[in-house]
């Protein structure tokens, strides 16, 4: 049974399809006529080498921290959550009336408030697929993607006719109370001295994020509930006899994939934007679905894969903007990562195993 | 030797997964117009070298020689030009598809079906005819019986123009009667001077059918002999490598007051099929109750009703309680919560979580148990612990609690699933099938500790198709037939032959006219369930 | 409502239907067969893309249609890779490959043409012209049924027949052909199909080649029939919904013509009445927007429940041990 060891299945199988991934994506660059070291130099600069660029690419991370916990959350019961797009835009609604319409003290408290909120709204969004799944069977997958066009629709006609003030052309709420202005890393860590972080939306929020993978870890592997949802991931008919209820385990699944979800919103609207717009989410619902593959549905995976893929979207965006590479790259990319590490899995898996049975074979002679 | 060729020779076939060595080094002959009888334990490799003889798997070593010509066998579709059918345990037929598309299927005659259909629909009735394998051509599979399906199994193989007929363990699903056909349309088909070959783990079988007979251990071929010339006992022997008690040691038992009452116990599934119908019967503490049947008959949803799997009406009390059988309170935990442990036929579908270590899975069902919490989390640290303990008492090997329940074998894994519900002193142990799949050393320390639990003042519900089993455990038997009990008997009072009769449904002894009687009951059963699929 | 109005929004529900029955059609190839395709989005969006770029490039709405159906065809293939030869996640598969379309179409428009990630718009033999079916212009004046030939029925470019006709082939193939017998066999049960000597691999390549052919013509006509040159994400969805309708025809091609007329029509609503009042209550376009998808939720919570997928749908196939 001895084909790899589990730290190879769990390291080198992303590694690996991150490299092919990352390859293909140099031929990409290559293809259309640009350079993929001054490519990829031109992303580390844009993305690493200065604390503003850390700002931004923690700022990405925390978003896909969210969405791939979501994701991992919901797979851990065997549930593929595609509505994660959906759960953090209706998420974003939640962070908007509670910011405009609570008087908030403190943004400790407002962002105590509006984490709440967000999680609620989300998960709510995740119910009624839930509930479809677990009772009338119907695939989870298809009412997930149609749930993200319902949320779309549901934000647009929101802000257009009821939270855009009056006389403004873009459909956006208005902008959010100062005192729910929550502190970006520029306000916590840059002194006269040393202005770190300038002008950088990444905030508070990437240590809430921190903290949802803490808080998603013991779930998953300390609390009974974990592992009743693990369970039912691996076999109902199993689940059924131990007398956990797979309706209850699936909605429940949901609600804290639709939650964590939703806590996006909290970076995005209150922690960047501070004021509710269009289309916020910028596909990081579906980044989560990479996040959370490559993660290995780990917290800790899932950490590091979001700071990967903030570094792309920061690195991407500094593409965009000094070279005829357009931001859809990094679509490119996530598309491959996916693929490689959730579908081709195999095709990176069973080389690895050969190698790992032939040293496995020598060391015995 | 004989001048003809062997229709089938193998010569020095071996097959390895990985470390598993399922064939080692194995060779047969087989005389065409024979049944040659592949006897051996779950897990021998018998499946493995017919697999390889279809196509299925690549032999790493040996040769195959078809009436005396050298033939590889890559794929099924060589396999089948070879002139080999084969009927596997476990059908491939496609369910929706009706018994002629089902024969036609990869035998096509042209691109258009309508030719072939028709076609077909005469060579059909000409094999009808001449092997007595009769079933309508018209009706889904899914509306047909086992034992038709299985018909239809050999109908292929058959079209095809098969010359060596494989059947993998074809009577486990069949009722004595349905059997007895199988063997006949068997006798028929060798009379035609067609090989059979037949895989098997029931030494009844290979003494009743065969001309010659293998016996597979651990991979490989111990012995090739003329049945004529040996005996169960031998079979047995050569089967296990060591002399075999097919008698479990116990004392009388000693009932004591009544712990499970159940009265018209009625469950209908998912399909709309009344699975249960009216089931009643009184469990005492210190006593085995030995559910016998053919498979499919209601053994298996009368276990999961009573273990909180399903739900159900009628009337069950525990200890003069009654018990929820739908809604809140019907589930596993609050049946374990009430104190009735369930050992399930399934183990790996259902009893254990394969992907879970072994300590994982000795909570399993109990892990909202007050013990096993440690504030708001569970207290994984004891329970590891007590794992460990529990493995140790039941031999468990290895005894490792980290490693995942999948790297254990089938008997140890079982062990695993006893351990759990035994050590939890339940009033009432539901089992099923508790020795399948199991290795002969571990059946007997199961069974142990099955009598020491009931000398323990345990009440046991023991469901098995095997009626060897039924008999070596049980203190009073009861035979389900289509959902109901056809009686009850004191194993001590009654035989294989009378057991046989209740098994497919017929209560009253009809001495000569035993067949036709059967053969009415299930008709009836099979017209029960019809209906549905309109 | 008139006549008239009542004609024209039929006539747009016939040219909306058809993207939708294209690759409903293709999506019930593959998943007959076994192979779950929610990725019928990004073979439409990629074929829309090639399909508009390579008829600008040439002038010729054929060599278009070629290469969209070419393109569409090899991420067929590649799902193809992942789920049937790698027995990987064909969800995941589906959703991997609508993300590389989406990505690369607009990569690939923006390197060759620098419009910000669409097409030059096409003109004359770029697009696809409509074809008047006999006697229209002659029949046009009786009564009744003359504007409805003119209008519904004729005046259509040849992808919408093409699509209408491949529903009573796809009916014939599926069910009068030995293909259709294997193909609907390895979908329900592969282990039949294998031990029967026939390659489930093989029927099921050939199922998504099929799958990404159809897919190649619907994007053809998205791009150079219904609209004038590709667009970023152009397909808005369609290729879901499409997935959709195959769910509520059961898999089945003549309802799968149902359920596709009765969404184009949806969306032919939708387009027409955006800013509509109805009797004094305003409908907000965003409901229109998304009534289709939450009709197919109300769809899928409703009957779906009873719709039975292909038994050996999503499982890659592995021979017993």
């Known amino acids: 049974m001895d084909k790899m060891p589990a730290w190879a299945d769990a390291v080198l199988v992303p590694l690996f399809s991150l490299l092919l991934a990352a390859l293909l994506s140099a031929l990409v660059i290559l293809a259309i006529g640009e350079s993929p070291v001054e490519a990829f130099k031109l992303m580390v600069d844009g993305a690493l080498m200065r604390s503003s660029g850390w700002g931004y690419t923690l700022y990405y991370a925390t978003n896909f921290i969210f969405t791939g916990l979501a994701v991992s959350v919901a797979f851990h019961a065997k549930l593929f959550n595609i509505g994660g797009e959906g759960q953090a835009t209706v998420g974003g609604l939640g962070v908007a009336l509670i910011c405009l319409y609570i008087p908030w003290p403190h943004w400790s408290l407002a962002l105590v408030g509006a984490a709440l909120g967000a999680a609620a709204f989300g998960a709510l969004w995740a119910l009624i697929p839930a509930y479809l799944q677990a009772r009338r069977g119907s695939h989870i997958v298809i009412t997930t993607i149609m749930f993200n066009f319902i949320a779309a629709a549901l934000l647009n006609y929101v802000l257009v006719n009821l939270l855009k003030p009056a006389g403004q052309m873009d459909p956006a709420s208005p902008v959010f109370p100062a005192a729910t202005h929550l502190p970006t890393f520029q306000d916590m860590f840059a002194t006269e001295a040393m202005p770190l972080f300038r002008g950088a939306p990444g905030n508070v929020t990437f240590f809430v994020a921190i903290a949802a993978c803490l808080a998603v870890w013991v779930l998953i592997w300390r609390t009974r509930l974990g592992y009743e949802i693990r369970a039912l991931g691996h076999s109902e008919s199993a689940a059924r006899y131990a007398g956990i209820s797979p309706v209850k385990i699936v909605v429940v699944a949901m609600l804290i994939s639709g939650g964590l979800a939703g806590l996006m919103a909290v970076n995005t609207a209150m922690g960047e934007a501070e004021r509710l717009v269009m289309n916020a989410t910028e596909g990081a619902g579906f980044i989560g679905i990479a996040v959370a593959l490559m993660g290995r549905n780990h917290p800790i995976g899932v950490f590091l894969a979001a700071i990967l893929f903030g570094f792309l979207y920061q690195g991407g965006a500094e593409l965009a903007l000094w070279t005829n590479i357009p931001r859809e790259l990094i679509v490119v990319i996530q598309a491959l990562v996916i693929l490689f590490t959730g579908a081709l899995d195999n095709m990176v898996r069973m080389p690895l195993e050969r190698l790992f049975l032939a040293f496995g074979r020598k060391e015995r002679a | 030797m004989t001048d003809t060729a062997p229709a089938i020779e193998l010569k020095g076939i071996s097959k390895a997964f990985g470390p598993v060595q399922a064939n080692k080094d194995i060779s047969i002959r087989v005389m065409p117009g024979t049944i040659h009888g592949i006897i051996g334990e779950n897990g021998a490799g018998k499946s493995t070298l017919m697999s390889i003889l279809y196509g299925f798997y690549k032999a790493d070593a040996g040769e195959i020689f078809v009436a005396g010509k050298k033939t590889e066998i890559p794929d099924s579709q060589a396999a089948i030009a070879a002139g080999i059918g084969m009927v596997f345990q476990h059908f491939k037929l496609v369910q929706n598809f009706t018994v002629l598309e089902n024969v036609i299927l990869g035998a096509e005659d042209g691109r258009l079906l309508r030719p072939s259909l028709a076609k077909a629909r005469g060579v059909l009735k000409q094999l009808a005819e001449e092997y007595g394998l009769s079933v309508d051509p018209d009706a889904p599979v899914e509306t047909l019986s086992v034992g038709h399906q299985q018909r239809v199994e050999i109908l292929k193989a058959l079209y095809r123009q098969a010359d060596i007929l494989i059947l993998d363990e074809p009577t486990g699903v069949l009722t004595p009667a349905e059997a007895d056909h199988l063997f006949r349309i068997l006798d028929n088909l060798r009379a035609e001077g067609k090989t059979i070959i037949l895989i098997t783990h029931k030494l009844r079988e290979i003494m009743e059918i065969t001309d010659t007979v293998s016996v597979m251990r651990r991979g490989q071929m111990t012995a090739t002999v003329k049945t004529a010339e040996t005996d169960p006992q031998q079979l047995a022997e050569l089967m296990v490598g060591r002399k075999v008690l097919l008698q479990v040691d116990k004392a009388p038992a000693q009932p004591g007051a009544t712990v499970l009452e159940v009265e018209n116990l009625r469950h209908v599934d998912a399909d709309g099929v009344e699975r249960l119908r009216g089931i009643s019967f009184d469990l005492r503490a210190g006593e085995i109750l030995g559910v016998a049947g053919v498979a499919g008959n209601g053994q298996s949803e009368l276990l999961e009703v009573l273990g909180g799997y399903r739900e159900a009406t009628g009337n069950v009390r525990l200890n003069g309680t009654p018990l929820p059988l739908s809604g809140p309170g019907s589930d596993g935990r609050a049946r374990r919560v009430a104190g009735i442990g369930h050992v399930p036929e399934d183990r790996q579908r259902e009893g254990l979580i394969m992907a879970y270590t072994a300590w994982e899975n000795s909570v399993f069902g109990y892990h909202r148990d007050p013990g096993n919490q440690s504030g708001a989390l569970m207290n994984n640290a004891a329970i590891k612990s007590e794992a460990a303990g529990k493995m140790e008492r039941f031999d468990v090997r290895p005894p490792n609690p980290n490693l995942k329940a999948a790297n254990f074998s089938g008997g140890n894994q079982q062990k695993i699933v006893l351990a759990r519900e035994i050590e939890r002193n339940p009033d009432v142990l539901l089992i099923g099938q508790p020795t399948r799949g199991v290795d002969i050393g571990a059946i007997e320390f199961i069974h142990q500790e099955i009598i020491r639990l009931r000398d323990a003042g345990k009440a046991i519900l023991l469901v098995s198709v095997e009626l060897d089993e039924i008999f070596a455990l049980s203190d009073r038997i009861a035979v389900m037939f289509d959902g109901r009990i056809m009686g009850e008997r004191d194993p001590s009072q009654t035989d294989q032959r009378e057991l046989g009769l209740l098994m497919a449904g017929v209560t009253e002894d009809p001495g000569e006219n035993a067949i036709a009687a059967i053969d009415a009951r299930l008709e009836e059963k099979e017209n029960r369930k019809q209906p549905r699929h309109g | ?321």
Request: net charge positive; glycine share 12%; with cysteine.
């Open chain 3, 1 to 321: 409502m008139d006549f008239a109005t009542l004609l024209q929004v039929l006539d747009s529900t016939v040219r909306l239907a058809t993207p939708l029955l294209l690759a409903c059609l293709a999506g019930l190839f593959s998943e007959r067969s076994g192979v779950i395709d929610i990725g019928l989005e990004g073979k439409m969006l990629i074929a829309a893309f090639f399909s508009a770029a390579i008829a600008a490039l040439t002038g010729s709405v054929w060599m278009g249609l070629g290469a969209g159906i070419v393109s569409s065809v090899l991420l067929s293939g590649l799902h193809g890779l992942a789920s049937i030869t790698f027995r990987g996640n064909q969800l995941i598969s589906g959703v991997a490959l609508n993300f590389l379309a989406a990505g690369l179409t607009v990569l690939i428009a923006q390197d060759w043409f620098s419009q910000g990630g669409r097409t030059p718009s096409l003109m004359g033999a770029g697009r696809w012209e409509a074809i008047t079916l006999p006697f229209a212009e002659t029949l046009r004046a009786v009564p009744v049924l003359g504007p409805i030939y003119y209008e519904l029925i004729s005046g259509h470019s040849i992808l919408v027949y093409v699509a209408l006709l491949c529903v009573p082939a796809t009916w014939w193939v599926l069910f009068r052909t030995r293909f259709g017998l294997r193909l609907r066999a390895v979908g329900e049960a592969p282990e039949a199909v294998d031990t029967a000597g026939v390659s489930v691999v093989g029927l099921r390549y050939a199922a998504i080649v099929i799958c990404g052919l159809l897919c190649g013509l619907a994007g053809s006509y998205l791009a150079t029939g219904l609209q004038a040159g590709f667009v970023k994400d152009m397909t808005a969805g369609r290729g879901y919904i499409a997935l959709a309708a195959l769910i509520f025809a059961k898999w089945r091609p003549w309802y799968a013509l149902m359920a596709c007329l009765l969404f184009g029509l949806l969306q032919a609503v939708a387009l027409r009445y955006q800013n509509i009042d109805f009797g004094g209550i305003t409908i907000p376009v965003q409901v229109m927007d998304a009534l289709p998808y939450i009709l197919t939720v109300v769809i899928l919570a409703g009957f779906v429940g009873r719709a039975i997928p292909p038994r050996a749908g999503g499982e890659p196939y592995v021979k017993e041990r």
